[in-house]
């Protein structure tokens, strides 16, 4: 088919590439062919300016941009935010030949690819391809942007039954159309007669996508396992797979599969974001702190850029460095938190979040330069802001602060502002039980608290047993690795006071119960210790002639 000039005369090109001499000469080669309207952008920022301001006929984009967002990243935020129209032709020009780029790129499939170096007539065959294209789909795509799925399924179906040369771009487009519009027994069917035609890979992929929304798990998940066997590229299965799993209640297997998936295409935000997340909870600090720098490496100046990926980052960073005892681990993982710190510092500014988060992890990272975070007087001065700035600060900001001040040694001023985040929270159960655990274990690591329950576990069957010599020895081992704990705090006095028998307890018995009791003087009522702490510390007080101090 040759090119129409008088068609083409009007089409409006937008070209993207940081180099000016590249631009300059793709562009010539484009309007020597007949096209007049280009424009140019040598960044990201001036390429979305163009984007959102002009009805652009084609994108030709370089995948490496040197400021900011690379094409890929453009692609995929024009995109998610409805910025480019479903009629644009978005084409990577990309001397890129790594895996791990090509991968990244075809995740959010391009229109077309123009690999460097071009010549003018592999140009100009592009052209007329891409404005055929563009001419025959117009009016589908024209629907999509409009979110019109009746007439896209109508549209779709038609361009199937005529045998067009966007078949199979047809296909997917009505399949997924019949998805949007909840017709889940029409697109069965459908998937049904396009695999009799051939086994297609993302058709088998949507088959099990509806299992997943029929919540045929078991069967979408051995399906999954089988497709990805047969075309391991194809990353949405990994993605459709893991979320299998996370339904199943499965998350060793979740954190397998993203690994997997990320193995292949490492440059996706989300999967490194998701698999940081998942290994956190299945306590693989090393793995979460590995897909967290990821993520901050990945994402600065794009679409992901956001306080949250700092804050997390800093979150296992600073959960990691409680566990290491590799100094030399210790190191990397304090600068790699610095890092983090002064990225959320220099790209918001005046977020009031991540100012208090900043002025925590300062204190916490305890920089020799950074005079002002060691100063007399920086943590409660934080500790008063944060209180005054409650409506602000995210629920996970308000507990790192609040841990921070604790590890510092300041209980009574992070008590404090726990009592007030409590009543500021009062209508949240789930945040109330939360601040519960950070005020009885604020500097207790998962694995000691593990080690400190079953240590309790095993005082109380001594107890059960009138052991109480045991007991008391098995309630101050697991205190001193949780020296907060109210369970663990009443139930060592109660079995001290137990101890001696029929006779009076020694006064330095006495003294250590009621100094421990003086521990607990921050529970809240509404605890579920608080009538058995009020209990015992009125025994004590009988015995102590009113030495423990009433609330």
């Not at 180099?19 to 001036?46: D, P, Q």
């Not at 480019?84 to 791990?100: G, N």
């Not at 199979?168 to 949007?180: D, E, G, M």
């Not at 974001?273 to 299945?282: E, F, P, Q, W, Y």
Request: contains cysteine.
């Amino acid at each position: 088919m040759g090119l129409d000039l008088s068609d083409s005369l009007n089409k409006h090109v937008l070209l993207v590439d940081d180099f000016a001499n590249v631009r300059k000469s793709i562009k010539s080669m484009i309007t020597s062919i007949g096209l007049r309207n280009v424009f140019e952008a040598a960044h990201g920022n001036e390429a979305t300016r163009i984007v959102r301001e002009q009805k652009l006929d084609i994108v030709m984009c370089d995948y490496n941009l040197e400021k900011g967002k690379n094409g890929s990243q453009l692609l995929e935020e024009w995109r998610k935010r409805g910025w480019l129209s479903h009629e644009t032709i978005f084409v990577m020009i990309t001397a890129e030949t790594s895996r791990d780029r090509v991968m990244g790129t075809l995740e959010f499939q391009p229109d077309d690819y123009l690999a460097k170096p071009f010549a003018m007539d592999t140009l100009k065959q592009r052209l007329v391809r891409w404005m055929d294209r563009q001419e025959e789909l117009r009016p589908v795509n024209a629907a999509l942007d409009k979110g019109n799925w009746a007439e896209v399924a109508k549209m779709c179906r038609d361009l199937i039954k005529s045998k067009s040369r966007y078949r199979s771009w047809a296909q997917r487009k009505y399949h997924q159309a019949l998805l949007k519009l909840d017709r889940l027994e029409d697109a069965t069917k459908f998937l049904g007669i396009v695999l009799k035609e051939r086994e297609y890979p993302w058709a088998r992929l949507e088959v099990h996508r509806i299992q997943v929304a029929r919540k045929e798990l078991p069967k979408a998940e051995k399906g999954l396992r089988n497709l990805i066997n047969k075309e391991p590229n194809l990353i949405d299965a990994y993605d459709l797979l893991a979320q299998v799993q996370n339904m199943l209640k499965q998350p060793e297997h979740v954190q397998h599969t993203l690994e997997q998936a990320l193995e292949r295409s490492p440059l996706s935000i989300p999967r490194q974001r998701s698999l940081a997340k998942v290994a956190t909870g299945n306590g693989d600090l090393a793995t979460a702190t590995r897909a967290y720098k990821e993520v901050v490496n990945l994402c600065e100046g794009t679409m992901h850029d956001a306080p949250d990926v700092y804050k997390d980052a800093l979150r296992a960073t600073r959960t990691r460095m409680a566990l290491e005892t590799n100094e030399a681990q210790r190191r990397r993982l304090r600068l790699d938190a610095m890092t983090y710190l002064k990225k959320l510092m220099k790209n918001f500014p005046d977020d009031t979040d991540a100012d208090l988060v900043s002025r925590a992890y300062r204190s916490f990272l305890n920089d020799p330069q950074d005079t002002r975070a060691r100063a007399d007087g920086f943590i409660k001065e934080l500790a008063q802001k944060a209180s005054r700035k409650m409506e602000e600060l995210s629920q996970d900001s308000a507990v790192d602060i609040a841990e921070i001040i604790y590890e510092k040694g300041e209980n009574e001023l992070a008590d404090e502002l726990i009592d007030k985040l409590r009543d500021y929270h009062r209508s949240s159960k789930a945040f109330l039980e939360r601040l519960n655990q950070v005020q009885t274990e604020p500097t207790t690591t998962a694995e000691s608290r593990e080690k400190a329950h079953h240590m309790n576990i095993q005082g109380i069957e001594h107890y059960k047993k009138k052991r109480y010599t045991e007991a008391v020895g098995q309630f101050e081992e697991a205190l001193e690795l949780s020296p907060r704990h109210p369970g663990i705090i009443l139930n060592l006095v109660q079995s001290s006071l137990l101890e001696v028998g029929t006779g009076s307890p020694t006064k330095q018995r006495l003294d250590q119960c009621v100094e421990l009791v003086k521990r607990l003087s921050y529970l809240p009522r509404d605890h579920y210790q608080y009538d058995r702490y009020l209990t015992i510390r009125s025994k004590l007080n009988d015995l102590t002639d009113g030495a423990v101090i009433a609330q």
